[in-house]
């Protein structure tokens, strides 16, 4: 069993994953249209804005920036390996967070999987074999034997008389 709930989490993880894109495929239209009816202010304030005047904010950031740089060689060391420290914690916790958020979506493809084959949850089955009697078995009966001639039926006997009275009147 094993093996096969190893093969079943990537599959369910895939239908997780799928169902999540369209139910965000869903929600594109309303994007689209919420940008069209943002663009035409947008394009207005940027015809509208003066190019020195964003040149200068750019220019002033740009230069409060490298102002900002510190220029000790063994403090930018020290900060590199901090640097380095924090971008394995970080990782580390990415990696968690992956695992994490790849359960969710294996736990979100199973579901989808049962929506799609109309299956409720398994609980729903267990809880129908707990409610449902069992089922009764009557006893068997022996086949009679009945050594009664069987009476004809009307028409066959209708027929027979006719063929008798055809034959007498030869």
């Not at 200068?56 to 403090?75: I, M, R, S, W, Y």
């Not at 989808?112 to 809880?127: H, K, L, N, P, Y």
């Amino acid at each position: 069993m094993a093996i096969i709930d190893e093969l079943r989490t990537p599959l369910y993880f895939a239908a997780g994953t799928a169902d999540l894109a369209v139910q965000q495929a869903k929600k594109v239209p309303g994007l689209i249209e919420q940008l069209a009816a943002e663009a035409p202010a947008r394009i207005e304030a940027v015809r509208k804005a003066d190019p020195k005047a964003v040149q200068e904010k750019a220019q002033a950031k740009f230069a409060e920036f490298v102002g900002g740089l510190d220029t000790d060689l063994k403090k930018l060391g020290e900060q590199a390996q901090d640097l380095a420290l924090r971008g394995v914690g970080v990782a580390a916790e990415y990696a968690v967070k992956a695992r994490e958020k790849y359960e969710e979506l294996a736990a979100h493809g199973e579901e989808t999987v049962r929506t799609w084959r109309g299956d409720d949850a398994e609980e729903s089955t267990e809880i129908a074999i707990a409610v449902e009697p069992e089922p009764v078995t009557e006893p068997v009966t022996e086949p009679v034997l009945v050594t009664e001639p069987v009476a004809e039926p009307e028409a066959a006997r209708k027929k027979t008389v006719a063929a008798e009275a055809a034959d007498g009147a030869e």
